[in-house]
């Protein structure tokens, strides 16, 4: 079996340290697959980044053939399988979201194009730094080689975080809650739906629905509470989601390798091409998807939109043109 080449950006970052160790011991891609781990992160923080690269030599992981660390995209985007953009620029306190966006336009338009030039054709791609949905949207449009369904964005953390919330509502383990949905942009207009979600008690299957029992709390404080969590994590922590993010990333790049079982989906932020319940093309919606091993993904279609959730959908959809237009304004300038 050939090695896997992964690059993971930011990577002396408080994110990619609690991601590394998962991709380096098979937690991720399997205990019988080597990896190859390439981590990119910008020139002053290098003494960093080889103090990371000490400690992973020193947890002596079998399945981690090679490591290198660098900080020129030449080097850190050769030929590689997956790409993980954890690195951005952080929101600083008084920063527009314009702002933003415009910092890391420059950024991810430079990894785009590296990813054009220098990784293989075939490269897998996860926007983690945030705008992650408009930073994706970004990189896609710098690297026209590489086909649209290659990009994603991350929005499993999102899923995750509802998931959470209905196992404790209800008193079961994670696990026994399933297809949970997020709609739209990785951001406080998400749309986190449980409208056919299911809940295992013993060997019955349920939807959440009739389970919870509380259409109120499901469509006011539920929903809040996911769209706000990670500002509820800096307020306590003082830093943002860490350990969280990176098992989300850890569960989105292990779907996107292995596939979903049987009728299982899962949320990844998808370039939308126009055909999926209403949402324009040209941005980065999260939508519930099936994945083939290998990788290849295809929209869960057919779902029923009620009102309320229709409301939903397209608050985070104009959320997303929004940022588009700012975000091509700063990449053509």
Known sequence: MADLKVLVTGAAGQIAYSLLYSIAN????????????VMLDIAPMAGVLEGVVMELQDCALPSLKKVISTTTVEEAFADIDYAILVGAMPRRQGMERKDLLKANAKIFKEQGQALDKFAKKTVKVLVVGNPANTNCLIALTAAPSIPK??????????????????AARLGVSNDCVSNVIIWGNHSSTQYPDVAHASVKCGDTESSVVSCVKDDNWLNGEFITTVQKRGGAVIAARKLSSAMSAAKAICDHV????????GDKWTSMGIYSNGSNYGIKEGIIYSVPVRIAPGGAFTAVTGLS????????????AEELFGEKLMAMEFMSS
């Open 149 to 166: 369904d290659n990009f994603t964005c991350l929005t499993r953390l999102d899923q995750n975080r509802a998931q959470s919330q209905i």
């Open 254 to 261: 292990r779907d996107w390798h292995f596939g979903t079982k």
């Open 26 to 37: 098979g937690d991720v891609f399997g205990k019988d697959q080597s990896v190859t781990l």
């Open 305 to 316: 939109i009620s009102d309320f959730a229709r409301s939903k959908m397209d608050e985070t």
